[in-house]
DNA sequence: GAACATACTATCAAAAATAATACTAATGTG
DNA sequence: CACATTAGTATTATTTTTGATAGTATGTTC
């Protein structure tokens, strides 16, 4: 890695930051990890998000893949939400940055 | 904590996510880690970003507590940024992430 | 056949973040 | 006195992110 490359916008740093940087994407990916949970379950916890809202952060951490995504074929329809294995991967550094903060910060 | 605050804006991801939310913020802790740097400094490594956003998130960085600011009375005028012990604290987990960035995206 | 439930989508508006550009202060040097 | 140096500020765009609001599809239940 030059050093030109070293603090660019390919750098491991950067590239968390643009996948995680929402601002509600830390605190779904938590809920989500503590186990699966439908889009209706998510939409009741974070009220203050909006349906639109959550649908594009949701499927943005799909895209990047960190969710899995699990359609069921019914009526009314049931989408379920759980990490992947990258996803699972990045629970520790949500740990840790969850506790820095609360240990740090008054 | 109960429930409707345990993934409200005063956990301590949110808040977390608030400090080092911006787009440089990460590089740029990562970068004043190595050592303590000069503005002029900073500014070549990051051709990206403008002066004034650069001296905007250095400030914020410093009014969070993460940085410390150390102005020294000359002409021209030299300042220096530096870890505080609060941003040191969070330099392991900047090198998680950079590790856990590097290693499992392409 | 009307209402219900769920997970959406589509638009448009508002707010927040970032960028571009130009300007400043103060002093040592030629 | 003009000029270079450094770390800024100030102002105005532009872009990106987030929010508000309303509408959709469809099998099941009443």
């Known amino acids: 890695m030059n050093h030109s490359k070293k ?3 390919d750098c491991g740093l ?7 940087g929402g601002k509600w994407k830390l605190s779904l990916l938590w809920y989500i990890s503590e186990e699966t949970r439908r889009f209706g379950e998510i939409k009741r916890v974070f009220p ?3 349906q639109s809202m959550l649908t594009k952060q949701l499927r943005e ?6 969710l899995h995504r699990k359609i069921y074929k019914e009526v009314p329809p049931r989408v379920e939400y ?3 294995k990258l996803g699972q991967r990045f629970v520790p550094i949500l740990h840790s940055m969850s506790e820095w ?3 740090n910060l008054e």
């Open 48 to 50: 203050d998000i909006t």
């Open 82 to 84: 759980s990490l992947t």
């Open 7 to 9: 603090y660019s916008s």
């Open 61 to 66: 951490l799909e895209s990047d893949g960190l």
């Open 14 to 20: 950067n590239k968390v930051q643009k996948m995680v």
């Open 101 to 103: 903060g609360e240990s």
